[in-house]
């Protein structure tokens, strides 16, 4: 069962500029998480917003959580050629330890 | 140096074969995961532990098995009856504070071809 749907797929921008990824699911959650894989590698978590909360920062990235609307989005300011990767969020079902993860939007930052 | 590991990197079975994909972490993590990853996908959960000597069916879990023997080790093996085992497998674990949904860790991956 897919849970998180990334849209876009796939975006391409240029170094500088900021990126914007948007992620929507369908039932209730305890929290959202979005993780980042570069190609052929592992899952690297980058930030965790619980349901109670509406904006989270970390750095050069900034999430915002609407529950009401089930979606998330995921920016980040000032990209750099090394922020090329895919990046996927993941909502828990509730009760138990399980994450289910979106497909995922392709990221290239063009230097 | 703290972390999840994965091995082999690549692994080439046969046809009929069942081959066994291997999973540490020393994070002290309770919970231990096993994902499928198909091109241009995202991750599909084929098993879970919550705890040692217990085990979920995941989402894809037919022609798949799973041991949980020690908190630090969680192999997969791929059986011959999973037909179509091409895939990126990454394995993951969490849950020291046992809330529901906490981050996971995730290893390497294994690239599984079929020869």
């Known amino acids: 069962s897919q849970q998180g749907e990334e849209d876009p797929q796939a975006l391409s921008i240029q170094e500088g500029e900021n990126a914007t990824m948007n992620c929507s699911y369908k039932t209730s959650i305890n929290n959202l998480q979005w993780y980042r894989q570069n190609s052929g590698r592992g899952l690297v978590h980058l930030i965790l917003i619980r349901s109670n909360e509406r904006e989270k920062h970390s750095g050069r990235l900034r999430v915002t959580l609407d529950t009401s609307k089930k979606s998330s989005s995921l920016l980040i300011t000032a990209s750099r050629a090394a922020d090329t990767a895919s990046y996927f969020c993941a909502t828990d079902e509730g009760s138990n330890y399980k994450l289910t993860f979106g497909k995922g939007t392709l990221l290239t930052v063009n230097p | 140096d703290g972390g999840i590991t994965q091995s082999p990197k690549y692994l080439f079975r046969k046809e009929g074969q069942n081959v066994t994909l291997s999973c540490e972490q020393n994070l002290n993590h309770d919970a231990m995961y096993w994902y499928r990853q198909d091109p241009g996908q995202g991750l599909r959960l084929i098993y879970y532990?919550?705890?040692?000597?217990?085990?979920q069916k995941g989402d894809i879990a037919e022609g798949y098995s799973v041991s949980r023997e020690k908190k630090e080790s969680f192999p997969l093996t791929v059986t011959s009856a999973q037909k179509n085992p091409t895939a990126f497998y990454l394995c993951?674990?969490?849950?020291?504070?046992?809330?529901?949904?906490?981050?996971?860790?995730f290893g390497p991956g294994t690239r599984l071809l079929v020869l």
């Open positions: 993951a674990s969490s849950g020291t504070s046992g809330i529901p949904g906490e981050t996971q860790y």
């Open positions: 532990s919550q705890i040692v000597n217990d085990f």
